[in-house]
């Protein structure tokens, strides 16, 4: 098992990340609330990992913080929540917003999610209640910004992409938002924050937008 990897950040194309460690390097994939927190490719990074083994594929995925991780563990373990829905539901939502929307039984702002349907968000609220106790995750206020939040108070990462625009839609519609979803939502994210905006403040805007 993986569970921790330091090294140098080389490459982000969300929702996959590349991390040399001692010229060995991995191919990582990441909730958009880690990206927004990564420095700049060249940097050095310390990521909380989970290694997840399938019949066709054996997949790395990284976190800023144990808190996102430990969500994501959980998550994984609930009824037709696989690895993939985990890491959109995180994308898109913060672990402190998560925990709230569990509390608070707020189906609303889970259904806002791609790949969340009423039902699904239902079975949500009443298996990860008492899990979220189990693993410290059960008090909002317990939480800091440390925790990661989506919005306003998250700084833009600078980064040099190529074409952030097409970057920006298919880390979208790798996280589960239909083409045509993805493509108009950059649009807007771009109107509002201009051309030279990078592809994480992209996908961020439109993110906030979409699950608002």
Same mark, same amino acid.
């Given at each position: 098992?993986?569970?921790?990897? &330091?090294?140098?950040?080389?490459?982000?194309?969300?929702?996959?990340?590349?991390?040399?460690?001692?010229?060995?390097?991995?191919?990582?994939?990441?909730?958009?609330?880690?990206?927004?927190?990564?420095?700049?490719?060249?940097?050095?990074? &310390?990521?909380? &990992?989970?290694?997840?083994?399938?019949?066709?594929?054996?997949?790395?995925?990284?976190?800023?913080?144990?808190?996102?991780?430990?969500?994501?563990?959980?998550?994984?373990?609930?009824?037709?929540?696989?690895?993939?829905?985990?890491?959109?539901?995180?994308?898109?939502?913060?672990?402190?917003?998560?925990?709230?929307?569990?509390?608070?039984?707020?189906?609303?702002?889970?259904?806002?999610?791609?790949?969340?349907?009423?039902?699904?968000?239902?079975?949500?609220?009443?298996?990860?209640? @008492?899990?979220?106790?189990?693993?410290?995750?059960?008090?909002?206020?317990?939480?800091?910004?440390?925790?990661?939040?989506?919005? @306003?108070?998250?700084?833009?990462?600078?980064?040099?992409?190529? @074409?952030?625009?097409?970057?920006?839609?298919?880390?979208?519609?790798?996280?589960?938002?239909?083409?045509?979803?993805?493509?108009?939502?950059?649009?807007?994210?771009?109107?509002?924050?201009?051309?030279?905006?990078?592809?994480?403040?992209?996908?961020?805007?439109?993110?906030?937008?979409?699950?608002?």
């Amino acid at each position: 098992m993986i569970g921790r990897l &330091t090294g140098e950040l080389v490459e982000k194309h969300p929702p996959q990340l590349l991390l040399d460690v001692n010229g060995v390097g991995y191919e990582v994939e990441a909730s958009m609330n880690t990206f927004y927190r990564l420095p700049e490719c060249g940097q050095r990074v &310390t990521l909380f &990992t989970h290694f997840v083994v399938r019949e066709d594929a054996q997949l790395l995925y990284g976190f800023y913080d144990r808190d996102e991780r430990s969500l994501f563990k959980t998550l994984i373990k609930a009824n037709g929540v696989g690895p993939k829905l985990a890491i959109t539901i995180l994308s898109g939502i913060s672990t402190r917003e998560f925990v709230r929307c569990v509390q608070q039984q707020d189906t609303a702002s889970l259904v806002r999610l791609p790949g969340v349907g009423k039902k699904t968000a239902e079975r949500l609220i009443v298996e990860m209640k @008492d899990k979220l106790s189990a693993l410290g995750l059960g008090d909002v206020a317990d939480f800091t910004l440390e925790s990661g939040v989506i919005g @306003d108070d998250i700084p833009p990462q600078i980064s040099s992409v190529v @074409d952030s625009r097409t970057e920006a839609e298919s880390a979208l519609v790798a996280l589960g938002y239909k083409p045509v979803q993805a493509t108009k939502a950059i649009a807007q994210a771009e109107k509002l924050l201009g051309a030279e905006a990078t592809s994480e403040a992209l996908i961020r805007a439109a993110l906030k937008a979409m699950v608002a």
